[in-house]
């Protein structure tokens, strides 16, 4: 799952599952593959690491999406990740792609805020966003509490969270 689309992939079960309410999904039966992501080796950069780094695997995801279908088509959303310390290191690395990442927070299991650095990092041709303590490490084997929200536009393309219409039977647009 490490090297999954974070993001992504809770979007598009979300979609699949049609709820805009909050959805707790369990990682281990988490099973996805989104097109845009699921481009053959060749079609990517060539050189480029794909794969997320493995300091936390993740356990569990709350997501809440909210859609507003005005003439812009936007949405808000919010994900709450548990994850475990799995090497040691002092950062967290996610994929997402055309969100606008509002605010973000790491806590332990306790409820401690953990300090990150100001900036974080981003890869435009990978889509990896990394999250980077100010100081310390994960701890192998302890919990933590990723939050994000963030804000994105609801696209046509059929990747992750997107609008889609039909017509129907009287010709009406839904």
Same mark, same amino acid.
């Not at 002092?90 to 300090?115: A, C, K, P, W």
């Not at 963030?150 to 609008?163: H, V």
């Given at each position: 799952? &490490?090297?999954?689309? %974070?993001?992504?992939?809770?979007?598009? %079960?979300?979609?699949?599952?049609?709820?805009?309410?909050? $959805?707790?999904? =369990?990682?281990?039966?988490?099973?996805?593959?989104?097109?845009?992501?699921?481009? +053959?080796?060749?079609?990517?950069?060539? &050189?480029?690491?794909?794969?997320?780094?493995? *300091?936390? $695997?993740?356990?569990?995801? /709350? =997501?809440?999406? *909210?859609? !507003?279908?005005?003439?812009?088509?936007?949405? #808000?959303?919010?994900?709450? =990740?548990?994850? /475990? &310390?799995?090497?040691?290191?002092?950062? =967290?690395?996610?994929?997402?792609?055309?969100?606008?990442?509002?605010?973000? $927070?790491?806590?332990?299991? !306790?409820? *401690?805020?953990?300090?990150?650095?100001?900036?974080?990092?981003?890869?435009? #041709? /990978?889509? #990896?966003?990394?999250?980077?303590?100010?100081?310390? *490490?994960?701890?192998?084997?302890?919990?933590?509490?990723?939050?994000?929200?963030? +804000?994105?536009? %609801?696209?046509?393309?059929?990747?992750?969270?997107?609008?889609?219409?039909? $017509?129907?039977?009287?010709?009406?647009?839904?």
């Amino acid at each position: 799952m &490490g090297q999954m689309s %974070l993001l992504g992939a809770s979007l598009a %079960l979300l979609l699949l599952i049609n709820t805009i309410e909050a $959805t707790v999904i =369990i990682c281990g039966g988490l099973h996805l593959n989104s097109d845009r992501y699921s481009e +053959s080796s060749e079609a990517r950069a060539d &050189g480029e690491i794909y794969r997320l780094p493995p *300091t936390v $695997t993740p356990e569990m995801y /709350t =997501i809440t999406l *909210t859609p !507003d279908y005005n003439e812009y088509a936007t949405f #808000i959303g919010e994900v709450e =990740i548990l994850v /475990t &310390g799995k090497t040691g290191g002092n950062n =967290i690395s996610l994929h997402y792609d055309n969100m606008t990442i509002e605010s973000r $927070t790491v806590t332990d299991i !306790d409820g *401690t805020e953990l300090q990150l650095v100001g900036d974080d990092y981003y890869d435009n #041709i /990978t889509n #990896i966003y990394t999250l980077t303590l100010s100081s310390g *490490t994960f701890v192998p084997g302890k919990q933590y509490k990723i939050n994000i929200k963030y +804000s994105g536009y %609801l696209l046509d393309d059929m990747a992750g969270f997107y609008r889609s219409s039909y $017509t129907t039977a009287n010709g009406e647009k839904k």
